[in-house]
């Protein structure tokens, strides 16, 4: 299985900034769509950014466009830098994978096949 490792979730308050990271061990993510998507309670996982394995195509959910930034680091970490962060913003966050074409504005959570364990984002005052 393709399965990644989550970090860099935390508490910030508003206005701040955190960088998600989800990294890979055993396998390159270079060749693989990634998608961050993010539960809150009670809600279904919502799809946040995404990169195509090239890196060219990038998409966010509009909340979030101008504040997050979703790039590829090395050929086995991906990086989302959230900045101006909302409480609207908290929960938490997964990186998905897989080897199918399906980063696009319409991506959903069931178009990725792996999942890492999640990193949890707070944001309050």
């Known amino acids: 299985q393709l399965k990644t490792v989550e970090s860099g979730g935390g508490l910030v308050q508003p206005g701040g900034s955190l960088r998600l990271s989800c990294s890979s061990t055993?396998?390159?993510?270079?060749?693989?769509?990634i998608g961050w998507f993010r539960e809150a309670p009670g809600q279904g996982r919502e799809g946040i950014a995404c990169i195509g394995r090239t890196g060219d195509t990038k998409n966010y959910l509009d909340s979030v466009k101008g504040r997050f930034t979703i790039s590829r680091i090395n050929t086995k970490l991906v990086y989302l830098q959230m900045n101006n962060l909302k409480p609207e913003d908290a929960g938490a966050y997964y990186c998905g994978t897989t080897r199918d074409r399906a980063c696009g504005p319409r991506s959903k959570w069931w178009d990725y096949s792996y999942w890492g364990q999640g990193t949890q984002v707070t944001v309050t005052s």
């Open positions: 055993d396998f390159t993510l270079d060749s693989l769509d």
